[in-house]
């Protein structure tokens, strides 16, 4: 099939072949006439197929076979509408309605936060055709009055699944009401979870459903590598490997954005030209970054998972999995970054026994068995085990054995809040001299300390603690260096890499131009996932699954929980023994593949399989 077959306007394929597309994919050849036909449309694709020109094309036609009306300030009125949940993918989008629009007479624009609000609401007012916008600024601006929503034809979610992971359900909602009943509605989600099929429910009448699970499918045309590493090695493995085969671009991935940070900080240090990537991160610095990145200026750009969403760079050979993503679909995100429109890529994961049971897990979503190289020296040490991982406040168990009890993870969850509050307190500076009641301390804020009153009382920063010392705790805060304890109570550096969980970037585009005015959600796992049984020996009274052979494309009907509650890890193919320890060498197992002796296990297990035969 051709562009010319689906009757779009000659206007839209004269730009569509300045493009250099004349054939469409599988998702634009299937929503396109249904979008065009006025059908509400129901679509499940990953990243990476073509769905986006498979909305703004028929979008386009549609809106110019007909005049706008005016909105309530005078200017053209909106007429459709497509929300995203991330800043990178909404300017995304609007580039696109641009490009494929440029021989039209309509007008597009982009709204989102972390940037000034007038020149948005300027344009706004004025008039357009197609907004693109993330729900928190959107709802800013309706919010003072500054949106007329009330002449939508056409509204578009896109990446639903991404939207709600990152709590933007009731914003979402917030806006489904805004708009008016009579509309052509259009939901794009790579996955349908309960949360996706119910808002679904609630939005689309009569919708007709496509999915795209093309035989070329991402995680196949892209080449896979496990490297087994130690847990304080990766920083070097990762400077190594880029340094070995020369890389020139590479996006590397981690759980956090601290981790993001010092990662990119490293790289720098170390001769390798990098910028982080993330929701703390201000527009102007997110959108140098991108075109650094784009241009070759910048050589390593590490990301967040949300802050990657939208982020579509042609060519883009490698990508690096620095810390393994405890939901199996951000693996596939993640990798989809390359190989983009069925071009093929390098995707590279480095796991230490903390994180193999991840990676099993992952493997097991993918149906594929993903080839393991060991780097000589970089391997775990001799009787490293795997540790809970911190997460801001929480913990998660990633390793390929059950997790330990609960009691254990409770103490790892209070050695990461408080390894994370002393990061904090000392991000903020020095603390301020006393004020007029003598000698408490002031605040750990930063700013400026009130001559008189408040007991020396930073503007910026908490009350004093009544003990003295530091605000956020006294004599507490110096019980180590940096406040952690391994759960035998001795000193440990465990969690010394990692601050805020990666759902934190939720808040990313939500008003940071004004002092972060939706305000922040925390450091918190999503709502389906209890952060102390996170993985799947944790799921015990959970159904196991039979996925079947073959290799191939996750099923985009899966879901990150049921991805949880998937049966052990280690199944079938491994029969993991040893308290169901099995993964990469545990005990027990298919041929040559098991590892020797039960509690052996993972990556560093004695004896066979995926093991370093210790």
């Known amino acids: 099939m051709k562009f010319e077959e689906l009757n779009l306007a000659p206007a839209i394929l004269q730009a569509v072949q300045e493009q250099g597309y004349d054939t469409p994919t599988p998702v634009q050849a299937q929503a396109i006439p249904i979008v065009l036909a006025g059908h509400d449309l129901l679509a499940g694709a990953q990243t990476g197929t073509g769905k986006t020109a498979a909305f703004t094309l028929p979008i386009l036609h549609k809106l110019s076979l007909s005049e706008a009306g005016r909105n309530k300030f005078g200017g053209k009125a909106i007429r459709a509408l497509v929300l995203t949940p991330t800043r990178e993918l909404a300017a995304q989008v609007e580039e696109s309605v641009k490009d494929y629009g440029k021989y039209l ?12 609000m007038k020149p948005q609401v300027d344009r706004v007012k004025r008039g357009v055709d197609v907004l693109v916008a993330t729900p928190g600024r959107l709802l800013d601006l309706q919010g003072q009055g500054l949106l007329d929503l009330s002449s939508i034809e056409i509204l578009v979610l896109d990446e639903a699944d991404r939207m709600l992971d990152m709590g933007f359900i009731h914003d979402v909602k917030k806006v489904l009401a805004l708009v008016p009943k009579e509309k052509q509605s259009l939901l794009f989600s790579a996955t349908f979870s309960d949360e996706i099929r119910d808002l679904a429910a609630t939005l689309l009448k009569n919708p007709q ?41 590479v996006l590397v991935f981690t759980r956090t954005k601290f981790g993001a940070n010092n990662v990119a900080d490293y790289l720098t240090k170390n001769g390798i030209k990098s910028m982080a990537l993330h929701g ?4 102007t610095a997110r959108t140098q970054a991108l075109a650094g990145f784009k241009s070759g200026d910048i050589r390593v750009l590490v990301a967040t998972d949300i802050a990657a969403r939208g982020i579509d760079i042609e060519d883009l050979p490698h990508v690096v999995n620095y810390e393994i993503p405890n939901v199996s679909e951000d693996y596939v995100h993640r990798i989809g970054r390359t190989g983009r429109a069925g071009a093929s890529g390098e995707a590279v994961s480095l796991v230490c026994l903390d994180e193999e049971g991840f990676m099993m897990e992952i493997e097991r979503f993918t149906k594929q068995e993903i080839p393991v190289q060991i780097l000589e020296g970089f391997g775990p040490e001799p009787g490293e085990k795997a540790e809970p991982i911190a997460m801001g406040r929480q913990t998660l168990w990633g390793g390929a054995g059950r997790p330990p009890s609960r009691d254990v993870m409770q103490a790892a969850a209070k050695a990461a809040r408080s390894d994370m509050m002393q990061r904090i307190r000392e991000s903020k500076g020095p603390a301020g001299e006393g004020g007029n009641r003598g000698g408490r301390a002031g605040g750990q804020g930063g700013g400026q300390t009130r001559p008189e009153g408040n007991a020396g009382r930073s503007r910026n920063g908490p009350p004093p603690s009544r003990r003295g010392g530091p605000a956020s705790g006294g004599p507490r805060g110096d019980r180590q260096e940096r406040g952690e304890r391994n759960f035998d109570g001795a000193p440990s550096d465990r969690f010394n890499d990692r601050r805020n969980d990666r759902n934190n970037d939720r808040n990313m585009d939500r008003g940071m131009d004004q002092g972060n005015d939706r305000g922040p959600r925390g450091d918190e796992l999503p709502r389906h996932i209890d952060p102390l049984m996170t993985n799947q020996f944790a799921r015990q009274g959970a159904p196991r699954r039979n996925n079947g052979g073959g290799g191939g494309q996750p099923d985009p009907t899966r879901t990150s929980i049921d991805s949880l509650a ?10 993991g023994g040893g308290g169901g320890g099995g993964g990469y060498g545990g005990g027990g ?26």
Do not use: A, M
Not at 232 to 240: A, I, P, R, T
Not at 589 to 614: D, E, L, V
């Open 589 to 614: 197992g298919r041929g040559g593949r098991s590892g020797g002796g039960g509690g052996g296990g993972g990556y560093g297990g004695g004896g066979g399989g995926r093991s370093f035969g210790r």
């Open 105 to 116: 007479s309509l007008q597009s624009t982009v709204v989102f936060g972390g940037v000034g």
């Open 566 to 575: 998937g049966g052990g890890r280690g199944g079938p193919r491994r029969h």
């Open 280 to 283: 703390n991160k201000s527009q």
């Open 209 to 249: 459903s496509i999915q795209v699970t093309p035989s070329n499918t991402t995680v196949q045309r892209i080449s896979q590598v496990i490297h087994p590493v130690g847990r304080g090695k990766k920083k070097e493995v990762l400077v190594h490997i880029i340094n070995l085969h020369n890389w020139s671009q």
